[in-house]
């Protein structure tokens, strides 16, 4: 914390670095008239050991809807019953009916933080659609909250929030199933959600990551949370994916965007390795939809080989393992243009793309994974459609040029060709929507019905090709089922005979918006991953927390309101259960799955820690699992599993579930070992199909004394 002292009518606090001007300090008056106005002046600040000059800004601290302080127009200080406030680009008038909604002293919950407090601890300041700027705790609460507003740190009050004539969502949504706590409702990016009060509030926070778009922390905010640095506690997180065993770190109420081992299929060559043990063992016929690929240095043999077999001059596609973006991609035909001094993916390049306007393009699926055991996978209805830049030509001469070769949107932008498209219902310019693909193909007599379905039998295969990796990842560093779910971006090529091939699944894919169009598809997207990731409200809340919130519930949500159990805390029940999501089965469970996975080895966990169990008896079970049907005697395990489904098929509005689905069971064949909840939800789908609403009922009157 700087030291403060007066020079002359100014206050000022001396850093480490340059001193930070405060001032003047406002009178009594002015501060009844306008409340508390706080001129902040950096003279220069040291950021990564340069000096940078930033300008003198007048600030007044609000509360906004969606718990962020904003900035005033400068036009607001002349008129203090009308207050304008900047939300997202736009700035809106707001009456207000008492001086405490922007009296410094009403601390507002922070965006973005270094410490875990119950206090603010940093405000976000918006620049731009892309990044965000921050005024730290000593340059805004530490200097102009303690000493400007004469306020306490350690006696702030409760974030007031004005009233404005927004339209509000609800800020829960509860389970369609009985005795379930609620989920926290997320909405788009420009909807808000009812405010809680602010003791459960404090506890909605989501960490800041390097790489977190601009579409999350919106929708977050909107949401209820408050964006932090480095947060003790948070709830969520959208970050790169981390070493496997990094997820035995994550606490058990926390979620993040990623599962352990997803880059089996997220680098090239990881994912080549293992498409190439299915096509050994099924043919290139089920497996044959990715081009043939050579990872160097290791095939280098093989790649000559084949390369010394063409008499005439053949395009190769040449990648690093693990880029994106198009970062360090070529078009080659030469044996002396093969880099070797780095490890590399060399693919056959395909010369007959289809073309729309003489130009090539790929679509870029969102592809949603909640769970790996079940295996629960759902494909987003709208994507990007992504063109080159410039006329397709299969010359030699011009695989050099990007532009002709390459769809990657961080490339073709740069080109004086590029034209943007910002009406996400138009087939124009160098990039679609997938619907607006699929309209334009239907117009022409193809059978996208066709295209579609091929499409989901690459997803699906393309899982199972490390499913029993992914399995294993899970089994040995993430400690519950409530704490992973990942979007991925599969990236499909159709060729002239519209025959879609994979070219690569991005495991962090880009959620940048630049325009109009690529909010209208990742707006939406984002809301429904995160209300089909079900968050819940921390189990950590204390007594007076929980009291808060069952007060809440049952004066906003008394249809929805239930008993705590035995041994907790009046409102706790409304709170995130862990024993719902654990992987320990009780005996009678146990039993049960081994009569489906007779040869197969039966998971347990103790304290996180997994155990195996081989079934090596001899003795035959009592009963054949052939002779009776998995939902005879639903256990709570399986009752549970079919709720956490339900609830999140529920949600699932612009995506559609590709497994389980209608005849997914085929796929089982796949699998090197059959799991017993793909048993239980391949059944569940035979057996109600789309019918949802009978599924529901059926759920409802088993799991009534679901403990």
Not at 49 to 71: D, F, M, P
Not at 96 to 110: A, K, L, M, Y
Not at 183 to 188: G, H, V
Request: aromatic share 10%; hydrophobic share 35%.
């Amino acid at each position: 914390m700087p030291q403060l002292e007066m020079v002359g009518d100014k206050i000022v606090a001396e850093s480490l670095t340059t001193p930070v001007l405060i001032g003047p300090v406002v009178n009594d008056k002015q501060a009844q008239q306008n409340g508390p106005i706080n001129e902040i002046k950096v003279v220069s600040k040291k950021v990564a050991g340069k000096k940078r000059q930033l300008t003198c800004r007048k600030i007044r601290t609000t509360r906004c809807l969606n718990g962020k302080a904003r900035i005033l127009s400068k036009d607001t200080l002349s008129n203090p019953d009308s207050k304008k406030v900047k939300r997202n680009g736009q700035v809106t008038p707001i009456p207000v009916t008492n001086d405490v909604d922007f009296n410094g002293c009403s601390s507002v919950p922070s965006v973005a933080s270094t410490e875990d407090s119950d206090l603010p601890d940093s405000v976000m300041s918006p620049t731009d659609e892309e990044s965000c700027s921050y005024l730290t705790e000593e340059e805004f609460y530490g200097v102009a909250d303690n000493v400007s507003s004469g306020c306490d740190t350690e006696n702030l009050a409760i974030p007031s929030i004005p009233v404005t004539e927004d339209t509000f969502l609800p800020a829960l949504r509860f389970s369609a199933f009985p005795n379930q706590p609620p989920c926290l409702n997320f909405c788009l990016h420009d909807e808000k959600v009812s405010v809680l009060p602010w003791p459960i509030r404090r506890h909605l926070k989501w960490k800041l990551s390097t790489i977190t778009p601009v579409v999350v922390r919106k929708t977050a905010i909107n949401s209820g949370f408050r964006i932090m640095k480095e947060p003790r506690d948070w709830i969520g997180s959208w970050g790169q994916h981390m070493k496997s065993v990094l997820f035995k770190l994550i606490p058990p109420h926390q979620k993040v965007n990623h599962f352990p081992g997803t880059f089996q299929i997220g680098r090239k060559d990881r994912m080549w390795r293992n498409m190439q043990k299915m096509v050994t063992k099924y043919g290139g016929e089920e497996f044959g939809f990715l081009p043939q690929t050579y990872i160097l240095p290791y095939d280098l043999r093989l790649l000559r080989k084949a390369w010394s077999r063409n008499t005439q001059d053949v395009p190769w596609i040449v990648k690093p393992p693990a880029s994106a973006r198009g970062t360090g991609i070529q078009v080659i035909h030469q044996w002396n243009q093969l880099p070797r001094k780095r490890p590399l993916v060399v693919q056959s390049y395909l010369e007959n793309p289809y073309l729309i306007n003489n130009t090539k393009f790929d679509i870029r699926l969102y592809v949603f994974v909640t769970s790996v055991n079940p295996l629960r996978i759902y494909i987003y209805e709208n994507g990007l459609v992504r063109f080159a830049s410039l006329a397709y030509s299969s010359e030699m001469d011009s695989l050099s040029d990007s532009y002709v070769h390459l769809t990657n949107y961080s490339i073709n932008k740069n080109c004086e060709g590029y034209v943007a498209n910002e009406d996400a219902n138009i087939c124009q310019g160098h990039k679609w929507t997938l619907k607006s693909l699929w309209n334009y193909l239907d117009e022409r007599g193809v059978n996208i019905e066709s295209i579609k379905s091929s499409i989901k039998d690459i997803v699906i295969k393309t899982f199972l090709s490390a499913e029993n990796v992914l399995l294993d990842m899970a089994k040995g560093n993430v400690t519950n089922k409530y704490q992973c779910y990942e979007l991925f971006g599969f990236d499909i090529l159709l060729d002239a005979n519209l025959k879609p091939w994979l070219l690569e699944v991005n495991i962090s894919p880009s959620l940048h918006s630049s325009s109009s169009l690529d909010l209208s598809v990742k707006a939406p997207l984002i809301r429904d991953v995160f209300n089909m990731s079900r968050f819940h409200l921390p189990k950590s809340m204390n007594t007076a927390n929980n009291q808060e919130l069952s007060d809440y519930i049952g004066q906003n949500y008394p249809e929805n309101v239930f008993s705590k159990k035995p041994d907790g805390e009046e409102g706790s029940q409304y709170c995130l259960t862990l024993e719902f999501y654990q992987f320990e089965l009780s005996e009678t469970e146990i039993t049960k799955q081994r009569l489906y996975e007779p040869d197969h080895a039966t998971a347990e966990t103790n304290d996180g820690s997994w155990k195996v169990e081989e079934n090596h008896s001899s003795d035959p079970p009592v009963q054949h699992a052939s002779q009776m049907s998995i939902l005879d005697d639903l256990t709570e395990s399986d009752i549970r599993q079919l709720i956490v489904t339900e609830d999140e098929f529920s949600q699932a509005k612009g995506f559609d579930r590709i497994f389980p689905a209608e005849g997914t069971g085929s796929y089982f064949k796949f699998m090197e070992n059959e799991r017993y909840y793909n048993i239980l939800l391949n059944e569940w789908q035979k057996k109600f199909g789309n019918n949802r609403h009978d599924a529901v009922e059926f759920l409802k009157k088993v799991s009534i004394n679901l403990s």
